[in-house]
């Protein structure tokens, strides 16, 4: 089940701290892997880790002023591809910080970087994630979400990083696998 309760708390959290200054500065959270987190090795899931992370975008999108916008527009955000590293294991009761932050954007998608941090200053686990705002046409394109912002913003270059990653979903075939009887 999607945690409801964190996410009101971590956007109620995040309406009381200031805005950020830059659309990809990183906003910094704060989180526990709780008993209903883990996986039957006591370790944080990947799939719950992934719906954490939403908690992070999230309140990084409300200090952004992103939410407002989406919501003024009668917009949603979706998520359109991810790829994620797993390095070392989080436990149960363990706190971690999360970081997140917006780091580029094309003429569709908006690209951003997230990653979980535990006390010791390992990095756990990091994520890049494709997004795209969508109206009931579609993909809204950040120009125009940028608009409805009221910000005039130029994209920070794509790491190449970033930029190789995207090549490589380009080559991924789609639909995926299919049953060789259909």
């Known amino acids: 089940m999607f945690p409801f309760v964190r996410m009101v708390k971590d956007m109620v959290l995040a309406k009381r701290q200031p ?3 830059e659309l990809t500065d990183i906003h910094v959270s704060h989180h526990i892997c709780w008993p209903h987190d883990l996986d039957m ?19 990084m999108a409300q200090r952004a002023g992103l939410v407002t916008a989406l919501r003024g527009e ?13 390095r070392r294991r ?18 569709k998608f908006m690209y951003l ?11 756990a686990s990091n994520v890049l994630y494709r997004a795209a705002a969508t109206d009931k046409s579609g993909i809204v394109a950040p120009e125009r979400l940028l608009t409805a912002m009221d910000l005039t913003l130029v ?4 790491p190449d990083w970033i930029s ?15 049953d060789s009887a259909a």
Do not use: H
């Open 74 to 86: 009668g917009w949603g955000l979706t998520m359109a591809g991810s790829c994620v590293r797993f």
């Open 155 to 158: 994209s920070p270059a794509v």
């Open 113 to 123: 970087e997230q990653s979980m941090w535990k006390r010791n200053g390992e990095c």
């Open 90 to 107: 989080v436990r149960g009761f363990e706190r971690f910080k999360m970081r997140s932050r917006l780091v580029c954007w094309d003429d």
């Open 164 to 178: 190789n990653w995207i090549s490589a979903e380009d080559t991924r075939p789609w639909p995926p696998m299919q």
């Open 41 to 59: 090795w006591l370790e944080l899931n990947n799939g719950r880790a992934l719906t954490l992370y939403d908690l992070g975008r999230m309140a």
């Open 19 to 21: 805005p950020l200054k």
